[in-house]
């Protein structure tokens, strides 16, 4: 079984895509990230991370949940975002979570609308939830969960005013950073925004074992 205390449809659909067992990554990460508490994941690149999270947002969230999102991921590009969607239509089938990935290259003001429809789960580079926030007053007072996936590739593609920026309109709730290494600004954002952290460092020979 992938992880004991996991939503047991949920778990049905790890198994039916091949999840055997966890990663260390997910192992350790999963169950931190349901006790609430801010947590910073570092791990090696294919190794987990970015499931981790969507397994952690599906059993955190469950189910549609009134209109507005409670779970927002902050990722580097729209390729990125494309994937996570994907993630959650084949392990989130048997939930109704509207999860939509938004990002330059579409209209914003039909992407606002999908959003104000109805959205649990919002993905996106920053400057995009930006624009998107300042041009439509994006709702974020439900917010349960704000995560940045693969940070030390956020940080290196996008100005560090946007995330702090983005940061600053989020309200108080979980937050939660993924990263393959912690370089200087990933480190002056968790000193600055986050509340005594979860911290977990996977080395490589941990994944090979």
């Given at each position: 079984m992938f992880l004991k205390k996991l939503d047991e449809q949920l778990l049905i659909a790890l198994e039916q895509e091949g999840f055997?067992?966890?990663?260390?990554?997910q192992k350790q990460s999963i169950g931190k990230m349901k006790s609430g508490r801010d947590g910073l994941f570092i791990a090696p690149e294919k190794s987990?991370?970015?499931?981790?999270?969507?397994?952690?947002?599906?059993?955190?969230?469950?189910?549609?949940?009134?209109?507005?999102?409670?779970a927002l991921i902050v990722?580097?590009?729209?390729?990125?975002a494309d994937a996570i969607?994907?993630?959650?239509?084949?392990l989130g089938g048997h939930t109704d979570l509207r999860v939509f990935p938004v990002y330059q290259g579409?209209?914003?003001?039909?992407?606002?609308?999908?959003?104000?429809?109805?959205c649990d789960v919002l993905i996106g580079p920053a400057k995009f939830?930006?624009?998107l926030y300042s041009n439509s007053g994006m709702n974020l007072n439900r917010l349960k969960m704000y995560i940045i996936d693969d940070?030390?590739?956020?940080?290196?593609?996008e100005i560090t005013s946007?995330?702090?920026?983005?940061?600053?309109?989020?309200?108080?709730?979980?937050?939660?950073?993924?990263?393959?290494?912690?370089?200087?600004r990933i480190q002056d954002y968790v000193d600055y925004y986050m509340i005594a952290p979860e911290i977990v460092e996977i080395e490589a020979e941990e994944e090979d074992q």
């Amino acid at each position: 079984m992938f992880l004991k205390k996991l939503d047991e449809q949920l778990l049905i659909a790890l198994e039916q895509e091949g999840f055997e067992k966890p990663t260390p990554i997910q192992k350790q990460s999963i169950g931190k990230m349901k006790s609430g508490r801010d947590g910073l994941f570092i791990a090696p690149e294919k190794s987990g991370k970015t499931s981790a999270i969507v397994i952690a947002v599906i059993q955190q969230l469950k189910e549609a949940f009134e209109d507005v999102p409670r779970a927002l991921i902050v990722v580097e590009d729209r390729a990125k975002a494309d994937a996570i969607k994907e993630q959650f239509d084949l392990l989130g089938g048997h939930t109704d979570l509207r999860v939509f990935p938004v990002y330059q290259g579409e209209n914003i003001l039909k992407q606002r609308d999908r959003v104000y429809a109805g959205c649990d789960v919002l993905i996106g580079p920053a400057k995009f939830l930006n624009e998107l926030y300042s041009n439509s007053g994006m709702n974020l007072n439900r917010l349960k969960m704000y995560i940045i996936d693969d940070a030390q590739a956020v940080f290196k593609h996008e100005i560090t005013s946007q995330i702090d920026r983005l940061t600053t309109n989020v309200p108080e709730c979980q937050r939660i950073i993924f990263t393959t290494e912690m370089n200087v600004r990933i480190q002056d954002y968790v000193d600055y925004y986050m509340i005594a952290p979860e911290i977990v460092e996977i080395e490589a020979e941990e994944e090979d074992q």
